[in-house]
């Protein structure tokens, strides 16, 4: 189980990822809601790297993860083109709150 305090800056970090899409600014969204679905990763996954990203990464590739959040996870890790979009219609949000239930709700191990 993930520790109550870590779990309050998860969600406060996913607000933030909803507040600034609100006010319009879609690329501080997706850095606010990578860097709560890592952390939710990191707390909740033996393993899992320290650093947000790479626990995405790490949680998009092992064979203990669903398939759904390993998806999600790989979509929240896509780069940007140089033309400033996504490669794809995911949502990061989606993905973001997908990863965080998911490791909200995870069996301890």
């Known amino acids: 189980m993930i520790p109550p305090a870590i779990q ?3 969600r406060a970090e996913f607000a933030q990822a909803t507040a ?3 006010q319009g600014n ?3 969204a997706r850095v606010c809601a990578r860097r709560a679905a890592g952390w939710a990763i990191t707390a909740a996954v033996p393993n899992a790297p320290k650093a947000a990203f790479s ?3 790490f949680a ?3 064979a203990t993860i669903p ?3 390993q998806t999600a996870a790989k979509q929240l890790t896509l780069r940007i083109t140089p033309d400033h979009q996504l490669p794809t219609d995911a949502d990061p949000l989606q993905c973001a709150e ?3 239930n998911y490791c ?3 069996p301890v191990d």
């Open 60 to 62: 998009a590739q092992a």
């Open 20 to 22: 600034v899409r609100a």
């Open 67 to 69: 398939a759904e959040i």
């Open 98 to 100: 997908r990863v965080i």
């Open 26 to 28: 879609e690329g501080k």
């Open 104 to 106: 909200l709700t995870r």
């Open 8 to 10: 309050e800056k998860i």
């Open 55 to 57: 626990a995405l990464g």
